[in-house]
């Protein structure tokens, strides 16, 4: 348990306390000397990619029966006991496939569109808190946002994300006020790549809450993209933005942890001004029509601690696998740990001489 001292000032008086009965003494003495509180610690669990089925081209692929519930019952353990549960959803909550965006070809496009009621698998998961800025929030039109906005606000699940729609949204949990915003380099969403303005929006957001968490969805994909380059990553053409210089300019502006997904790979961790970024957390659940051979199959949960004011205390990383078409689990052979712990090194050496990730996936801070 950590402590701090809060010392209350009664002020100036033009009586002497030997004067007061003694329990107003008691009283005064309560205020005026140092009384040890404990000190709010904050857990943000976070997860990558979710992507539980789609309706598009074929309902056949989604899970048997179009039932969800089994997908994320072997990770609940590793999903709980957050204050926050973070998620990037990866498609639209909609039970309409009448506008999907064009394909030349439907074999080779990637269409993602959940059935609505999937949204009740992801709150049972414990899920409070996710992301919908991303390359395929506009898969089903106007129509798929608009109905992904209504069917999370009716599932009590709070999200950001979308231009117009929810840029940030903010939230109290157990006396601590949250601010969040969601980026991506896409169109519809709130812009990963104009950063003067995303520093604004998370400016505004530190006035306002204690904690402010930040979402990107940004980076190249695939398994030779596992590397924060610090410069500008395109993919198949488009800019996916500089990773690296924006989570280091929101954190300059006043955010505190920074949740980076998109490459659909794990990548390096970083802590900057004692504050966390994880770059990229992979594939978490994504049931079919993503690639999940090799490293594109594994993922890491984190379970970030910080203090009340946000500065990162510790974290845990829990290393998980899947196959296509099957839930995923928990990996016993900790290959998302090893990946952060090798990449970490390389792309990052100058983390060696502040942070320690340990071979029991406990990320701490060194000398303390």
Same mark, same amino acid.
Do not use: W
């Given at each position: 348990?950590?402590?701090?001292? =809060?010392?209350?000032?009664?002020?100036?008086?033009? &009586?002497?306390?030997? @004067?007061?009965? &003694?329990?107003?003494?008691?009283?005064?003495?309560?205020?005026?000397?140092?009384?040890?509180?404990?000190? $709010?610690?904050?857990?943000?669990?976070? !997860?990558?990619?979710?992507?539980?089925?789609?309706?598009?081209?074929?309902?056949?692929?989604?899970?048997?029966?179009? #039932?969800?519930?089994?997908?994320?019952?072997?990770?609940?353990?590793?999903?709980?006991?957050? #204050?926050?549960?973070?998620?990037?959803?990866?498609?639209?909550?909609?039970?309409? !496939?009448?506008?999907?965006?064009?394909?030349?070809? /439907?074999?080779?496009?990637?269409?993602?569109?959940?059935?609505? @009621?999937?949204?009740?698998?992801?709150? #049972?998961?414990?899920?409070?808190?996710?992301?919908?800025?991303?390359?395929?929030? %506009?898969?089903?039109?106007?129509?798929?946002?608009?109905?992904?906005?209504?069917?999370?606000?009716? +599932?009590?699940?709070?999200?950001?994300?979308?231009?117009?729609?929810?840029?940030?949204?903010? &939230?109290?949990?157990?006396?601590?006020?949250?601010?969040? !915003?969601?980026?991506?380099?896409?169109?519809?969403?709130?812009?990963?790549?104009?950063?003067?303005?995303?520093?604004?929006?998370?400016?505004?957001?530190?006035?306002?809450?204690?904690?402010?968490?930040?979402?990107?969805?940004?980076?190249?994909?695939?398994?030779?993209?596992? @590397?924060?380059? =610090?410069?500008?990553?395109?993919?198949?053409?488009?800019?996916? %933005?500089?990773?690296?210089?924006?989570?280091?300019?929101?954190?300059? +502006?006043?955010?505190?942890?920074?949740?980076? @997904?998109? /490459?659909?790979?794990?990548?390096?961790?970083?802590?900057?001004?004692? =504050?966390?970024?994880?770059?990229?957390?992979?594939?978490?659940?994504?049931?079919?029509?993503?690639?999940?051979?090799?490293?594109?199959?594994?993922?890491?949960? &984190?379970?970030?601690?910080?203090?009340?004011? %946000?500065?990162?205390?510790?974290?845990?990383?829990?290393?998980?696998?899947?196959?296509?078409? $099957?839930?995923?689990?928990?990996?016993?052979? $900790?290959? +998302?740990?090893?990946?952060?712990?090798?990449?970490?090194? $390389?792309?990052?050496?100058?983390?060696?001489?502040?942070?320690?990730?340990?071979?029991?996936?406990?990320?701490?801070?060194?000398?303390?």
């Amino acid at each position: 348990m950590r402590y701090e001292l =809060r010392i209350k000032n009664a002020g100036a008086s033009p &009586f002497s306390i030997l @004067h007061f009965p &003694f329990s107003i003494k008691l009283f005064l003495l309560f205020l005026l000397f140092p009384v040890c509180v404990a000190a $709010q610690e904050v857990t943000v669990v976070a !997860a990558g990619d979710i992507m539980l089925g789609t309706i598009y081209p074929s309902r056949n692929y989604l899970p048997a029966g179009e #039932d969800c519930s089994g997908l994320l019952e072997p990770l609940k353990s590793a999903l709980s006991g957050g #204050d926050i549960t973070f998620g990037n959803l990866e498609g639209v909550l909609t039970d309409n !496939a009448a506008t999907p965006k064009k394909c030349n070809d /439907p074999s080779v496009c990637y269409t993602f569109g959940m059935p609505a @009621h999937f949204v009740n698998c992801l709150a #049972d998961a414990g899920f409070n808190l996710l992301s919908v800025a991303n390359n395929h929030v %506009g898969d089903f039109g106007e129509q798929g946002r608009r109905s992904t906005v209504e069917t999370l606000k009716k +599932a009590g699940i709070h999200f950001a994300g979308l231009a117009g729609y929810c840029v940030t949204d903010t &939230f109290t949990l157990k006396g601590v006020k949250y601010g969040f !915003a969601a980026f991506a380099p896409n169109s519809g969403t709130v812009s990963l790549k104009d950063i003067p303005a995303a520093e604004k929006i998370v400016r505004e957001l530190a006035a306002a809450c204690r904690i402010v968490i930040v979402s990107f969805h940004g980076g190249a994909e695939g398994g030779s993209r596992q @590397h924060v380059t =610090r410069q500008t990553e395109y993919f198949l053409g488009e800019d996916r %933005g500089n990773v690296y210089k924006f989570a280091h300019r929101m954190i300059d +502006a006043g955010a505190d942890i920074l949740l980076g @997904h998109g /490459p659909h790979v794990t990548r390096a961790v970083e802590v900057y001004r004692r =504050r966390f970024i994880a770059y990229s957390m992979g594939n978490f659940c994504t049931f079919d029509r993503i690639n999940v051979s090799g490293v594109s199959g594994v993922a890491p949960v &984190f379970k970030i601690r910080t203090d009340s004011d %946000g500065a990162f205390l510790h974290a845990e990383i829990i290393s998980t696998c899947q196959e296509k078409r $099957q839930p995923p689990k928990v990996d016993t052979q $900790q290959r +998302a740990l090893k990946i952060i712990q090798q990449l970490t090194r $390389q792309d990052f050496p100058e983390m060696a001489a502040l942070i320690t990730i340990g071979d029991n996936g406990i990320i701490s801070m060194k000398n303390e």
